[in-house]
């Protein structure tokens, strides 16, 4: 089963910190969470919709995550690396197949840096701007009002934008 076909993978179920049941039992909550999902574009009384919601943020934040943090462990021994290449090599003294294997691995370090880190700021965007980051700070609000404090939460879902939940 697939979000695609209108199912949600148990998996994603399990995200959720607090089903919708249990939101509608707070008194007001539901009137809030509406008006808060009307301007996200999510109803947040939908545990489908929440679900892959949160499975779709925890997805571009690895993604995000890892990308960059090897990017930018690969560009640091590639410009190390680079910058010893340029300031110590005698490029008129040494032959073309000395080059080329003095620098094989330098480019390939750098270029391989420079796409995981473009992939991870990919992603950031597609977080941004396809509302997931909007949708998520929505559902942290509507966990504020309901009363759970954000020290509960996953470090996946705790808030990134500076605002303080409760």
């Not at 892959?52 to 943090?69: C, F, V, Y």
């Not at 090599?89 to 032959?95: E, H, K, N, T, Y």
Request: charged share 15%.
């Amino acid at each position: 089963m697939s979000i695609d076909d209108g199912t949600v993978p148990a998996e994603a179920l399990d995200l959720l910190q607090v089903r919708a049941a249990q939101l509608a039992t707070v008194p007001g909550l539901a009137e809030t969470a509406r008006k808060i999902g009307d301007d996200r574009g999510i109803d947040y009384l939908a545990d489908p919709q929440v679900a892959a919601m949160l499975q779709r943020h925890r997805r571009l934040l690895g993604g995000m995550n890892s990308r960059g943090a090897w990017g930018g462990l690969l560009l640091a021994p590639g410009a190390v690396g680079a910058w010893f290449l340029v300031d110590t090599v005698d490029w008129a003294a040494s032959g073309t197949a000395v080059g080329a294997i003095l620098c094989t691995p330098v480019a390939l370090l750098l270029s391989l840096s420079v796409y995981l880190l473009a992939r991870a700021f990919r992603l950031r965007h597609v977080w941004l701007r396809g509302g997931t980051r909007d949708q998520v700070n929505g559902y942290l609000q509507v966990l504020s009002a309901a009363g759970l404090p954000h020290h509960q939460l996953p470090a996946w879902l705790k808030p990134v934008t500076g605002e303080r939940w409760r």
